[in-house]
T-cell receptor, first 113, second 115 residues
Framework: GNSVTQMEGPVTLSEEAFLTINCTYT??????LFWYVQYPGEGLQLLLK?????DKGSNKGFEATYRKETTSFHLEKGSVQVSDSAVYFC????????????FGQGTRLTINP | DGGITQSPKYLFRKEGQNVTLSCEQN?????MYWYRQDPGQGLRLIYY???????QKGDIAEGYSVSREKKESFPLTVTSAQKNPTAFYLC??????????????FGEGSWLTVV
C-alpha cells in the first residue's frame, strides 16, 4: 500500500539556520505530494504541494521538489525563524478512488532565538 | 468567510457515553474526511464520504459512526465501543475528481478527553 516516511524528530535549530526535513514515499502510480504545517492546538494548514515529477512547490520561503527517481519530497528552508516552530507533515494523495491523504508521522521543529 | 468549522473545540466524555463531533463546511466541497491524531503521531483516517448519503470506512473505523445527510455536514459519533477515544479529531474536505494536486483543507480540530 501507499506510505510516507518522514525524518524523525524532534528537530531543534537556531534562528537563521538551514532546514531540511526528509520525506520519502511509496505509492502506486504518480501521486500528488504535500507538506502541511500544524501550529500548537490547531488544525493542519497546507504549506506547499507538487503534482508531478520535477515540480517544485514553494511558499513562505519553504521549498520541496518532487523527485520521482528517489521517491522523495524533502522540505527545505534557507533561513528559519522562531515563528516556523511547528509540526510538519508530509503527505501523498492517492491517485485513484477517493484520493485520500496518507500522512507521515510528522516532524516537530523548534527554532531557538 | 469560507472554511471548515468543527465544534466543540474541547469535549469531555465519561466512559460509556457516546459523543458527536460536528463538522460543517461552506466551501461547496463534495468529499469530507475524519482523521484522528494521537500525541506525537501522524493522522489516521477514520471515515470518509465522497457524496451525500454515502460514506466508507477508513483505516480505524471501529467504534465510530458517521452520517452524510447534507453536503455541508459530516458529523462523527464516537461510541462507547471505541476503546481509547482520547485524541485530537480533525475534519477535512475537498472537491471530488481526479485532478492532480486537488487540495484537502482541514478544520481547527476537536479535542476529546475521556474522564
Amino acid at each position: 500500500g501507499n506510505s510516507v516516511t518522514q525524518m524523525e524528530g524532534p528537530v531543534t535549530l537556531s534562528e537563521e539556520a538551514f532546514l531540511t526535513i526528509n520525506c520519502t514515499y511509496t505509492a502506486t502510480g504518480y501521486p500528488s505530494l504535500f507538506w502541511y504545517v500544524q501550529y500548537p492546538g490547531e488544525g493542519l494548514q497546507l504549506l506547499l504541494k507538487a503534482t508531478k515529477a520535477d515540480d517544485k512547490g514553494s511558499n513562505k520561503g519553504f521549498e520541496a521538489t518532487y523527485r520521482k527517481e528517489t521517491t522523495s519530497f524533502h522540505l527545505e528552508k534557507g533561513s528559519v525563524q522562531v515563528s516556523d516552530s511547528a509540526v510538519y507533515f508530509c503527505a501523498l494523495s492517492e491517485v485513484q478512488g477517493a484520493q485520500k491523504l496518507v500522512f507521515g508521522q510528522g516532524t516537530r521543529l523548534t527554532i531557538n532565538p | 468567510d469560507g472554511g471548515i468549522t468543527q465544534s466543540p473545540k474541547y469535549l469531555f466524555r465519561k466512559e460509556g457515553q457516546n459523543v458527536t463531533l460536528s463538522c460543517e463546511q461552506n466551501l461547496n466541497h463534495d468529499a469530507m474526511y475524519w482523521y484522528r491524531q494521537d500525541p506525537g503521531q501522524g493522522l489516521r483516517l477514520i471515515y470518509y464520504s465522497q457524496i451525500v448519503n454515502d460514506f466508507q470506512k477508513g483505516d480505524i473505523a471501529e467504534g465510530y459512526s458517521v452520517s452524510r445527510e447534507k453536503k455541508e455536514s459530516f458529523p462523527l459519533t464516537v461510541t462507547s465501543a471505541q476503546k481509547n477515544p482520547t485524541a485530537f479529531y480533525l475534519c477535512a474536505s475537498k472537491f471530488s475528481g481526479a485532478r492532480p494536486g486537488n487540495t484537502i483543507y482541514f478544520g481547527e480540530g476537536s479535542w476529546l478527553t475521556v474522564v
